[in-house]
């Protein structure tokens, strides 16, 4: 089984950064994709930005300049640098891994506020 744990959400000012981590522990836990992903209330989880093993990455149109998704292999963690904040970017973000081995696992979720 594998578990999946976020961090780095909280408040921060438009045109402000924070740096979202992701890291996948238990039985065969090395990851083979990771995303984040997105919700506000009464919307459908938006992708955000996903990142291959190998480092290929994929990044939404209104994210894309901004946020930076990091990969290390050696700790099975996920970065998400997001900077030049908008309110708009004001959302739960969700990390979902695939492993290596085919587990699919989703984190609890952390709530990013932008707003001055």
């Known amino acids: 089984q594998v578990q999946v744990a976020e961090s780095g959400g909280g408040l921060a000012q438009p045109g402000g950064s924070l740096t979202l981590s992701c890291a996948a522990s238990?039985?065969?836990?090395?990851?083979?994709?990771a995303g984040w992903y997105r919700q506000t209330s009464g919307q459908q989880r938006k992708l955000v930005a996903a990142?291959?093993?190998?480092?290929?990455?994929n990044y939404a149109d209104s994210v894309t300049g901004r946020f930076t998704i990091s990969i290390d292999n050696s700790k099975n963690t996920v970065k998400l640098q997001m900077n030049s904040l908008k309110p708009e970017d004001t959302a739960v973000y969700y990390c979902?891994?695939?492993?290596?081995?085919?587990?699919?696992?989703w984190g609890q979720g952390t709530q990013v506020t932008v707003s001055s």
């Open positions: 979902n891994v695939m492993t290596v081995t085919g587990t699919d696992a």
């Open positions: 238990g039985r065969s836990a090395e990851i083979y994709v």
């Open positions: 990142i291959t093993r190998a480092g290929n990455t």
